[in-house]
């Protein structure tokens, strides 16, 4: 019976399989590197992102494959998809993407860089003058951080580290008596204790030159190792198993077992060596046979490895090779505004980063951390910057003698080591730091203030679809609102009494809360439409959110579609859902923009008989959000603030310059170009800052 649901899983064509439709969505950051529209350090640093996705993609996504590959024949049976045959598509199509990664870094990047007269040399490259140079950069910067590991004839086994870049290298030469046989050895490229992958050489006439420090290496090769005379080297990279396999035990220390997991990351089981194809295959054997790697994790790479190091390519201090400056906005009520509590009882107010400054979040929790009407702050922490302003703000709270719950997420991934370090900070400050949930992550971005005014406590509170990050929030596309309105900050008390009693029979009036009642809020809002559509009425959705994968609610879009629904999907990254399919989904739209900032914010709009309903959300409708998550959706109930996202979703809408059709085809491939949704935004933003205050924050 599960071998016949399997075939027909199978055979239905109306599911993009999820591997490749991320895969797709990392082609699209591709395609801004190739895009000769986009300044060149930029498109370099879209380079940069290109590799650090594919790199994580590998260690968590590829790597879970070839654990589902390992078990029982029974069990994968009962899966959806076979994970031999996935993975087998994704390192195809993976290969392809790396092959014209090639091309745009060689016959792009390379000759766009000579045309602005900065030259990115190899050891083959260098004048007399810059070997010169080099070798003596390198006997005083780089030979101290080297320590070579021979490969000889023993058994012993080498740790390549995660994410780090290695040189195997090949010697032989001859000496006095005979021939000097070749051996191998391995040196790993010194990136961190160096500071950069890069070095800047001398500018010659206006001719500016940069170096990879493999390159340099390979360059006095001869100093390392002088008894030989012929050398080559090749690049090797490992990446390792990132998932941390976490057991749902409620008794035991949380955070003793994320530190245990981080360790055993560092160790994980290889999920594949990229290498450079060029190398001599006695070479790559050696490699293999000293570190244990097999067939099995072995990916054609290049010359050079972790292109994400290219987010420290040195830009030379040229301007016009970079995106012009889009300086923060100021909020034109907020700046007028000597006190946010007091503001906030006011009216709410909603922040649109980038685009806006996140100096008022900032400036709310260190004012509440001040005001001795506060009687107690909560919030939550997924990814917070490394010099948290927000984190510092709750224990200034916490030392000023106010009840500070922080709610700190330790499975947040890749960023556990800095949430474990605030965890401590706000412990040791006094703080009631509770650690996320064993069997939950806690993905929403809530803060609440309770203030005592005049002997009645009163919430205000910070909802938004971003993180509590400085540094994102320069890059990241998101919504945020600041409210002291009843109807949400009960609810919000509510998700907080929630983390606290871990009961889950709490009652939410407003807020759609996974994974207590947001599916079936969804559900419901979805089958109001499929109602009036039946009934004739007008019916429609706009749904932005940067994944779509839950089998459920993809089958209720696609019987929206049938019943008449018109349905327009804005997906950044995956989108398992197939769009215009006779009979099926003919009447639902997908676009995806891809450009200068991070499209995070999720917004679902429904008609609802004219009397739209809007949400703005930290979930996407993936399966882990909807079921496995603590997520909020917060309903918009005043006018200017649906005004504003209404107007930011239509810009998005009628992009035909950055956005993209599932197929990754522009919408627009004509030369005319009317709407950048982003730049667009930026624009509309800045046109609601009254003359006569300055617009842009310093």
């Known amino acids: 019976m599960e071998k016949e649901k399997k075939k027909k899983h199978q055979a239905e064509p109306e599911f993009i399989n999820r591997e490749l439709s991320w895969l797709a969505f990392n082609y699209r950051v591709l395609q801004e590197a190739r895009d000769k529209q986009v300044p060149l350090l930029e498109r370099i640093k879209f380079m940069a992102i290109f590799s650090a996705n594919l790199d994580e993609y590998f260690k968590v996504r590829v790597a879970t494959l070839k654990r589902l590959i390992k078990l029982k024949r029974k069990t994968i049976e009962k899966l959806d998809e076979d994970p031999a045959e996935t993975l087998h598509l994704v390192l195809d199509e993976v290969k392809r993407q790396q092959c014209e990664f090639g091309e745009v870094f060689r016959d792009g990047i390379l000759a766009d860089l000579k045309k602005e007269n900065i030259h990115l040399l190899t050891e083959s490259d260098l004048t007399g003058t810059q070997k010169e140079y080099i070798t003596t950069y390198f006997k005083e910067n780089l030979q101290p951080l080297l320590l070579p590991m021979i490969m000889d004839d023993t058994e012993t086994h080498f740790f390549l580290k995660d994410q780090t870049v290695y040189l195997g290298v090949q010697m032989s030469g001859p000496q006095k008596e005979g021939n000097q046989p070749t051996q191998y050895a391995m040196l790993e490229v010194p990136t961190k204790k160096h500071g950069s992958r890069f070095i800047k050489l001398p500018t010659e006439k206006d001719q500016r030159y940069v170096m990879f420090i493999d390159d340099a290496i390979r360059t006095c090769l001869p100093l390392l190792f002088p008894e030989y005379t012929q050398f080559e080297a090749h690049a090797v990279k490992v990446s390792r198993d990132a998932e941390l396999d976490i057991e749902e035990d409620v008794s035991a220390n949380l955070m003793s077992k994320i530190k245990k997991g981080l360790k055993k990351r560092e160790i994980g089981t290889p999920a594949r060596l990229l290498y450079d194809p060029e190398t001599p295959k006695g070479l790559l054997d050696s490699i293999m046979a000293h570190t244990g790697i097999t067939d099995e994790e072995l990916v054609e790479g290049s010359k050079y490895h972790n292109f994400r190091d290219f987010f420290g390519f040195p830009d030379f201090n040229l301007p016009n090779l970079k995106y012009s400056p889009q300086p923060a906005l100021v909020h034109p009520l907020l700046e007028k505004e000597p006190s946010l509590i007091k503001a906030i009882q006011k009216q709410d107010y909603m922040v649109h980063y980038p685009y806006q400054s996140f100096d008022y979040v900032v400036k709310l929790f260190n004012e509440a951390a001040q005001d001795p009407a506060v009687t107690a702050i909560s919030a939550t922490l997924y990814r917070v910057a490394d010099g948290s302003a927000i984190a510092k703000a709750l224990t200034k709270a916490a030392k000023n003698g106010k009840l500070v719950t922080v709610v700190v997420e330790l499975k947040a991934r890749f960023d556990e080591e800095s949430n474990i370090y605030w965890a401590g900070k706000l412990q040791k400050a006094g703080a009631n730091v509770i650690l996320g949930f064993p069997d939950l992550k806690v993905h929403s971005k809530l803060g609440l203030i309770t203030r005592n005014e005049n002997g009645k406590l009163v919430n205000y509170a910070y909802l938004s679809t971003g993180n509590y990050n400085e540094d994102t929030s320069k890059v990241y596309a998101d919504h945020a609102i600041f409210t002291c309105d009843k109807r949400l900050t009960r609810d919000v008390e509510q998700v907080f009494n929630f983390f606290i009693d871990r009961q889950p029979d709490k009652t939410f009036k407003h807020l759609l809360v996974a994974p207590i009642n947001m599916r079936e809020g969804f559900t419901k809002l979805v089958n109001k439409e499929i109602k ?167």
Request: net charge neutral.
């Open 532 to 698: 009036n559509a039946q009934k004739g009425l007008p019916a429609s959705m706009i749904l932005k959110m940067n994944a779509l994968q839950d089998e459920a609610m993809i089958r209720k879009l696609y019987e929206a579609s049938q019943a008449g629904v018109k349905i327009e999907l804005l997906v950044r990254g995956i989108c398992c859902l197939q769009p215009g399919i006779k009979g099926l989904s003919e009447n639902i739209t997908v676009r995806s923009i891809v450009d200068r900032y991070l499209e995070h914010a999720r917004v679902y709009i429904f008609h609802n008989n004219g009397e739209e309903k809007y949400y703005i959300a930290s979930a996407d409708w993936m399966t882990r959000n909807l079921n496995r998550r603590v997520e909020v959706a917060i309903p918009l109930y005043q006018q200017d603030l649906i005004d504003q996202v209404r107007t930011i979703i239509d810009l998005q809408r009628t992009d035909d310059t950055k956005a993209r059709l599932v197929d990754n085809k522009y919408v627009n491939q004509s030369d005319e170009q009317h709407v950048r949704s982003q730049y667009d935004t930026y624009a509309y933003l800045r046109s609601l800052v009254p003359e006569g205050m300055t617009a842009e924050r310093s």
